[in-house]
């Protein structure tokens, strides 16, 4: 039995990953985390017998009655799912935390020597570099969840790295695929989270929505592959069936494709280095009928090329870019700040930003603040045109 840690179980990673174990007979959770869904975690920690859970909000932590569920250890607080990660034996542990909250579990994993699937993208975004050395130092394993990143770990090793030239990431173009910035200028929460080919967590979709989702994983690529900006492509590709390609040296093209279910990605994680089967629907490459791929529009859509921009600056960048999206989303999903107002509020803190990396977590709290202060700033004036 592979002892799994799932952190953000609430959320659609961390609840598509629960029916993939439920589906497994080889894995098991032995502990669970929230921030403030604790209906739901409640629900997940009795039926699956898992008597260790963390909560982030502590008031949603006070709302649990302790007489009535005796036999749970509650850990409460921002610190709460590290706190878990160290104090609970695993052999796997799954991050699935949104946002740059995500960042202190997967460096608890590492200094604990514990193999991560990581689906918190954002740790890799705002401290990648810190991230993988301390990953290389312990000898820690990590296997990406994101689908194109789980494509490309795949293509990678089945090529041999020394073979890779460059590669390439597939994005759907969102929901605003194809339209002008004149005719996003007043979308709604709504139609921003419509995404037409995968379900997911209001963040990454609307990071999706502007691109600045595929600008994040071009960042994670970057680290988790050790390759250069100029080696990392993308495509717009609306099916989303091809995830990933890498191109070879003899100039061979190589593409991992698939269903848009992210349970794929998240079983090849909770069971690498084996492969297990999933009752997921086949691809019927017939009935899908013809594939698109196309450039990316970065004059609607500037967000990706900011993350590429950053990414060029350093991690200090990347954690100001990181920061300042957090930011800008809450603010969009909120009303104060229109759609078309994202990107211009990342860029707007991006060239602000210090440059260079980043040595330690304290320093990466310290960037995160001063990017989040000057965010918040910058949007309060922003919103008071909306
Ligand atoms: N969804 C996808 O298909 C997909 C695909 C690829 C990569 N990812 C990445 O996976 C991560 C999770 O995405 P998601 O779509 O599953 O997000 P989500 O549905 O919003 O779920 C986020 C999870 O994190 C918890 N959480 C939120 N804020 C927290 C905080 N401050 N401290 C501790 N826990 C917190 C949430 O708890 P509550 O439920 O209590 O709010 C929930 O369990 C993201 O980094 C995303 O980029 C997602």
Redesign the pocket.
Known sequence: MRRVLL??????????ALRVIAASSDLTVVGL??????G??LEQASSLGVSHV????EA?ARTVSSSLYPELRIRSG?E??ARLVREVEADLIL????????LE?TLAAMDGGCALAL?????LVCAGSLVVRRARRKGVDIIP???EHSALFQLIAASGPESVQSVTITASGGPFRGKTAAELSGVTREEALAHPT????????V?SATLM?KG?EIIEAHHLFGLSYDQIEVVIHPQSVVHALVKLVDGALLAHMGVAD?RV?IGFALHYPERAPMSIPELDLASVGALGFERPDGVTFPAMDLAREAGLKGDKATCSLNAANEVAVNAFLAGRLPFLGIAELVGAVLGESPAGDLGTYEEVVDVDTWARHKAQKICAGMSESV
């Open positions: 952190l953000g179980s609430t959320g659609s990673i961390g609840t598509q985390s929230c921030d403030r869904n604790v739901l975690l963390a909560i982030a909000d949603a921002a709460a799912a991050n699935a935390i949104v946002g740059f909250a995500g579990s689906a918190n993208k954002e740790s969840v994101d689908s995968w379900s997911m967590g209001e963040k990454i979709s990071d989702n994040l992210m990605p």
